[in-house]
Structure formats: structure tokens, C-alpha cells
């Protein structure tokens, strides 16, 4: 059996730009090692995973359409997978990347060269790991530039700076993961928030190294903003500045201009700052954490970057902190985040299914499982866990993609995802029967027709521990046309989705106590995860499997395996 507990990778990834089916792109070729480094932060040294010995890896750039071949080496001891979040893939879930779903991890030695099909997307993604909790290192920025020849549909910024938000932990990242599921409660909390790497000012022995950037008065620069965060959702902003939504999700959106942003685990956010404080300073871009849920440990730490205006000659006054809400308001980011809409334009039209072939109503919970002795740390001596529909996923141990596609599913997964919640009850009521707490573990996938118009509706329910889901579907962007509090009413609700311009996402946060509707046409053939982007949720079961079904004709038709599929 393939261990749960691995700890570092050294592997090489080759990164080959090809001509892809389409015409139009471009030849390039990368090559970026992945190896332990040291860094130094929070006073402390220690070695962690990194590509090209940088913490966060490198940004890739490409052009919409483009196709890119990864070839990964796995030098190292333990396994790996790699994952290319937001990346439709169309027909090749092959390279899609979650462990023991659409591939076999590569085990040390192997070589696994991955081909990453860019389509439609056009902004900003990320890569990430996919296996146990190396993303906390293993991550890196997708550019998608416009195709030659076409443009933003907004003014081309002056600049562009890639911002990601993660987390730092001074414990090595395998230990805390393995301390986290032996325990069977909450994960020890991080040591710090990160910017682009750094904690920033307002943490021992790292104003050093804190994420500075130049700016020009009167310029726009465009943030490219991504939350590699393992555990928790963020509010960002940057002292006396409005940032300017024009794009998420590799999407571009109707520009929304706020104070602040708040943005999920998994979620990628282009947003336009203007430049223009006359009085020529440094200002901090700040980032901390949004939760609502009771009884929740959490890290209430802040990170912080500045911005500093060329000709500005320091030492001078401290730099002033943006205005983030505080860690609980809700409103706050509900309202920021239902805000948001599709461009709709004539170039980037909203394709917003009409007509329902499906609906499907999923709930996603917090579980308390029975633990020998009541030993364990999650409430009462239990166990915690999660589930999608009262099934807390397990993992198999040889891949769904693999399986499904040679016909050997029976004894890898099943079939049996229900199309609504098998246990109806007051979902988000304040208090709720303990027997409800404990969910059927099990590995079974829903199965779609292609080209089908399909609904998920997500149900938060109020089980154990009430909270905000970030929920991201593989394979896909979906349309995200309703939201509310409370149990979703399917007579009523859907009255008051919007159809006209909602906005296209693959992660969308489910409101705590409360439910998310979205829409997508099943038009990509395979085997696609979906999952709750919380590391922990994942870990404990918030988990299910979409396939799509080939279609008629050769080219809505899954691709054939690559020769090189990782074994198990």
C-alpha cells in the first residue's frame, strides 16, 4: 500500500510549449527543477519543497489556446501528482492531476509527461500539487495572455504583478499533516500568512524580506491575485487604493470596484490598481482571514507587502493598513462576492445554460465519525470528517480514470452519488440530532450524459461545525446563478437566479448555513473531481466524482491514455 505520509519530492519538470490542434501558437521550451530549499522565515530555517528553489514556483505564460507538455520526473522518496486548477483540459483528464481520480501518483524514479490543453480560459490560474499537503509549497502562477492579435476588454495596464497568498507553517508541512490526520481533529493552525512567500512586517525576523513593488504615480497596474492558501478564505486590500475587478477564475467579469476583495482557497482574481496618491509613499497590501464558524481554530494573523511610489525617499512615516473587515463579517464577503458579474460581451458572451436537463442537489457537511476510546480531538472523543450528500469519499487505491475507461470499475467505485440528499432534514437548523453527525463512508461517482445542462445546487449544512465551503469542480467553469441562507426551496428559489450575466468561476465559496446554485453544460467527456478546497474537508471526505459520458461522434469522445500513465 502506498503510504499516506510523504514528505518531500525532488523531480524535474520539463515544460515543452507545442503547436496544439489549433493553429496559431507558439514553440517554447522550460525547464524547471523541483527541489528541497532551504528558507528562512519567522526566525527559523528549514528545508521545504520548491521549484527551481523558488517559494511560490514559477509563473508559467501562455497564450489562449495553447498546449504545453510537462514531462515530471520524480526523483525523490514519495509520491506526487500535479494538478493545472482552472484548466478545462478538454477530453484529457489524463493530465487533470488528483491523486488515485484521474491518475496513479508518480512514484519515485517514474516520469510522467503531462499535456495541458489551454481553451477558453484567459486570464489568471495556478498549478498546484495534488497529493497530501505539498500545494503548501508546490505552486506557481498561469498567465493566459489574449490569442495574437486580440486584446484585454479593458485598458492595457501599464504593468502586471502576480500576487499570491498562501501559508507558512514553522513545523515541516508532511509532519503537520501527519500529526493532522492521526489526531482526528483540526489541523494545527499556520504560523503565518504569506505574500508572493513573505510574512511580512508584523512577524518576527521577516520585515527584511517583505514583498515590496515600485509603482509610477498614474499608472494601473493589474494584481494578478491568487489564493494558495491551505485552510482558509482571505480578505486583501491595499491602503488607500480601490482595486478594480475586471476578471476571475480566468473570466473576465464587469469591472467591480471595492475597497477589498475576499477571496477562497483556490479562487484567482485580476484586479486593476490605479496609482494615484498624490502623496508619494509606501502603502500596505494586507491580507487575513474570513470565518465564521463556531468553534473554528484559525490562524488571525496578518501579511502584509507595500507598495511604494518611485521618488520616494525613505525612511519615512509607517506605511497605513488598508481597511479589511473583521474575521467574521459575513456580509462583507457575501455581498462582495455575489457581486460579481460576466463580461457579456459580444467577444466574451455569457453561455449561461437555459434549460435544465438536470438538477442535482448536493449537502456538504462537517461528520464526527466514532473514534476508539473517544481518543481522538475532534468533539467528544470523535473523529472529524466531512461528505458531499452523507458519503465521505475514500480514495481508492487504483485510479477512477483508469478503471472507468477500461471497464474494470467494479471494486474501485461505484455508481450510487444520489441526485439529492439522501437524509432531509432542517439543514441549517441551530441544533440538530447527533445521529445526523455520522456519514457512509464510500467511493461513488455520478454519472452525466454529455452535452447535458446540468444544475448543482450546494446545501452548507449546520453539522458539527457550520462554515463556509470553498467548492472547485475539475474539468469545468460553471455559471454561478443563485445563492441564498437558509434550505434551498426548489419550488421557490430558482426565481430569483440570474441568467442574464452571472459570473463564470470554477471555486465558489457556499455561504455558511446557507447554499450556491450553479449551471454548466456537460460537453467535456471523463472523469472530473469535484471538492471542497479546504485541505482539511478534502481530507476528510468533501468529495465526489463527475463523469461525463462520451458522446456520439469522435470528437466528444474521450482521448486515449497517454503511453506513459503512471502505475499503481
Given at each position: 500500500?502506498?503510504?499516506?505520509?510523504?514528505?518531500?519530492?525532488?523531480?524535474?519538470?520539463?515544460?515543452?510549449?507545442?503547436?496544439?490542434?489549433?493553429?496559431?501558437?507558439?514553440?517554447?521550451?522550460?525547464?524547471?527543477n523541483v527541489k528541497e530549499a532551504s528558507y528562512r522565515r519567522l526566525c527559523k530555517e528549514k528545508k521545504i519543497l520548491t521549484v527551481n528553489g523558488q517559494f511560490p514556483g514559477p509563473t508559467l505564460k501562455v497564450h489562449k489556446g495553447d498546449t504545453v507538455i510537462v514531462d515530471v520526473y520524480n526523483r525523490g522518496k514519495y509520491n506526487i501528482t500535479i494538478h493545472w486548477h482552472g484548466v478545462k483540459q478538454p477530453r484529457n483528464p489524463w493530465s487533470d492531476g488528483p491523486e488515485y481520480v484521474t491518475q496513479c501518483p508518480i512514484q519515485p524514479g517514474n516520469k510522467f509527461s503531462q499535456r495541458v490543453?489551454?481553451?477558453?480560459?484567459?486570464?489568471?490560474?495556478?498549478?498546484?500539487?495534488?497529493?497530501?499537503?505539498?500545494?503548501?509549497?508546490?505552486?506557481?502562477?498561469?498567465?493566459?495572455?489574449?490569442?495574437?492579435?486580440?486584446?484585454?476588454?479593458?485598458?492595457?495596464?501599464?504593468?502586471?504583478?502576480?500576487?499570491?497568498?498562501?501559508?507558512?507553517?514553522?513545523?515541516?508541512?508532511?509532519?503537520?499533516?501527519?500529526?493532522?490526520?492521526?489526531?482526528?481533529?483540526?489541523?494545527?493552525?499556520?504560523?503565518?500568512?504569506?505574500?508572493?512567500?513573505?510574512?511580512?512586517?508584523?512577524?518576527?525576523?521577516?520585515?527584511?524580506?517583505?514583498?515590496?513593488?515600485?509603482?509610477?504615480?498614474?499608472?494601473?497596474?493589474?494584481?494578478?491575485?491568487?489564493?494558495?492558501?491551505?485552510?482558509?478564505?482571505?480578505?486583501?486590500?491595499?491602503?488607500?487604493?480601490?482595486?478594480?475587478?475586471?476578471?476571475?477564475?480566468?473570466?473576465?467579469?464587469?469591472?467591480?470596484?471595492?475597497?477589498?476583495?475576499?477571496?477562497?482557497?483556490?479562487?484567482?482574481?485580476?484586479?486593476?490598481?490605479?496609482?494615484?496618491?498624490?502623496?508619494?509613499?509606501?502603502?500596505?497590501?494586507?491580507?487575513?482571514?474570513?470565518?465564521?464558524?463556531?468553534?473554528?481554530?484559525?490562524?488571525?494573523?496578518?501579511?502584509?507587502?507595500?507598495?511604494?511610489?518611485?521618488?520616494?525617499?525613505?525612511?519615512?512615516?509607517?506605511?497605513?493598513?488598508?481597511?479589511?473587515?473583521?474575521?467574521?463579517?459575513?456580509?462583507?464577503?457575501?455581498?462582495?462576492?455575489?457581486?460579481?458579474?460576466?463580461?457579456?460581451?459580444?467577444?466574451?458572451?455569457?453561455?449561461?445554460?437555459?434549460?435544465?436537463?438536470?438538477?442535482?442537489?448536493?449537502?456538504?457537511?462537517?461528520?464526527?465519525?466514532?473514534?476508539?476510546?473517544?481518543?481522538?480531538?475532534?468533539?467528544?472523543?470523535?473523529?472529524?470528517?466531512?461528505?458531499?450528500?452523507?458519503?465521505?469519499?475514500?480514495?481508492?487505491?487504483?485510479?477512477?480514470?483508469?478503471?472507468?475507461?477500461?471497464?474494470?470499475?467494479?471494486?474501485?467505485?461505484?455508481?450510487?452519488?444520489?441526485?439529492?440528499?439522501?437524509?432531509?432534514?432542517?439543514?441549517?437548523?441551530?441544533?440538530?440530532?447527533?445521529?445526523?453527525?455520522?456519514?457512509?463512508?464510500?467511493?461513488?461517482?455520478?454519472?452525466?450524459?454529455?452535452?447535458?445542462?446540468?444544475?448543482?445546487?450546494?446545501?452548507?449544512?449546520?453539522?458539527?461545525?457550520?462554515?463556509?465551503?470553498?467548492?472547485?469542480?475539475?474539468?469545468?467553469?460553471?455559471?454561478?446563478?443563485?445563492?441564498?441562507?437558509?434550505?434551498?426551496?426548489?419550488?421557490?428559489?430558482?426565481?430569483?437566479?440570474?441568467?442574464?450575466?452571472?459570473?463564470?468561476?470554477?471555486?465558489?465559496?457556499?455561504?455558511?448555513?446557507?447554499?450556491?446554485?450553479?449551471?454548466?453544460?456537460?460537453?467535456?467527456?471523463?472523469?472530473?473531481?469535484?471538492?471542497?478546497?479546504?485541505?482539511?474537508?478534502?481530507v476528510w471526505g468533501m468529495n465526489t466524482v463527475f463523469i461525463v459520458k462520451n458522446g456520439r461522434h469522435p470528437e466528444e469522445r474521450l482521448l486515449p491514455p497517454p503511453p506513459d500513465m503512471p502505475p499503481c
Open positions: 500500500m502506498i503510504s499516506l505520509f510523504k514528505r518531500f519530492h525532488v523531480l524535474i519538470f520539463t515544460i515543452l510549449f507545442v503547436s496544439s490542434l489549433c493553429s496559431g501558437t507558439f514553440v517554447h521550451r522550460y525547464r524547471f490543453i489551454f481553451s477558453k480560459e484567459e486570464g489568471t490560474l495556478w498549478w498546484h500539487a495534488h497529493s497530501d499537503w505539498s500545494r503548501a509549497t508546490v505552486h506557481g502562477a498561469i498567465i493566459i495572455y489574449p490569442k495574437q492579435g486580440t486584446s484585454y476588454p479593458f485598458p492595457r495596464p501599464d504593468a502586471e504583478i502576480p500576487i499570491i497568498l498562501g501559508e507558512w507553517w514553522k513545523k515541516d508541512i508532511m509532519q503537520v499533516y501527519k500529526e493532522f490526520v492521526a489526531s482526528g481533529g483540526q489541523p494545527r493552525d499556520s504560523d503565518a500568512y504569506t505574500i508572493n512567500g513573505q510574512p511580512g512586517d508584523f512577524y518576527p525576523c521577516s520585515k527584511p524580506g517583505t514583498f515590496k513593488v515600485k509603482v509610477t504615480y498614474g499608472n494601473t497596474y493589474l494584481l494578478r491575485i491568487i489564493n494558495a492558501d491551505m485552510n482558509e478564505i482571505l480578505f486583501f486590500g491595499v491602503a488607500k487604493h480601490k482595486l478594480t475587478v475586471v476578471a476571475t477564475d480566468a473570466s473576465y467579469t464587469k469591472p467591480l470596484t471595492r475597497n477589498f476583495i475576499a477571496i477562497t482557497p483556490g479562487q484567482t482574481m485580476d484586479c486593476l490598481l490605479h496609482a494615484n496618491q498624490r502623496q508619494h509613499g509606501r502603502y500596505y497590501m494586507a491580507a487575513r482571514a474570513y470565518v465564521n464558524g463556531r468553534g473554528i481554530s484559525f490562524d488571525n494573523t496578518t501579511t502584509t507587502g507595500i507598495i511604494r511610489y518611485q521618488g520616494h525617499r525613505g525612511p519615512s512615516t509607517k506605511p497605513s493598513l488598508p481597511y479589511l473587515p473583521y474575521y467574521n463579517d459575513t456580509a462583507a464577503a457575501v455581498n462582495f462576492t455575489y457581486s460579481l458579474r460576466s463580461l457579456d460581451s459580444k467577444s466574451h458572451p455569457c453561455l449561461v445554460p437555459r434549460n435544465i436537463s438536470k438538477r442535482f442537489i448536493s449537502t456538504i457537511s462537517v461528520n464526527a465519525f466514532p473514534c476508539p476510546n473517544q481518543t481522538c480531538t475532534g468533539p467528544n472523543g470523535t473523529r472529524l470528517g466531512a461528505s458531499m450528500s452523507n458519503i465521505s469519499f475514500v480514495n481508492p487505491t487504483f485510479d477512477i480514470l483508469e478503471a472507468y475507461y477500461h471497464g474494470i470499475n467494479r471494486g474501485v467505485f461505484g455508481n450510487r452519488f444520489p441526485s439529492y440528499p439522501p437524509l432531509v432534514f432542517n439543514y441549517t437548523a441551530d441544533f440538530l440530532p447527533l445521529e445526523l453527525e455520522i456519514a457512509r463512508r464510500g467511493t461513488e461517482a455520478k454519472f452525466v450524459k454529455y452535452n447535458s445542462s446540468v444544475e448543482l445546487v450546494l446545501q452548507g449544512t449546520n453539522l458539527v461545525a457550520g462554515i463556509d465551503h470553498p467548492m472547485h469542480l475539475h474539468g469545468f467553469s460553471f455559471y454561478v446563478v443563485g445563492h441564498g441562507f437558509g434550505n434551498f426551496d426548489e419550488r421557490r428559489d430558482p426565481s430569483g437566479y440570474n441568467l442574464v450575466d452571472p459570473p463564470l468561476r470554477n471555486t465558489i465559496g457556499v455561504p455558511r448555513n446557507g447554499w450556491a446554485a450553479v449551471r454548466f453544460k456537460a460537453d467535456n467527456p471523463g472523469v472530473w473531481f469535484m471538492h471542497c478546497h479546504f485541505e482539511r474537508h478534502l
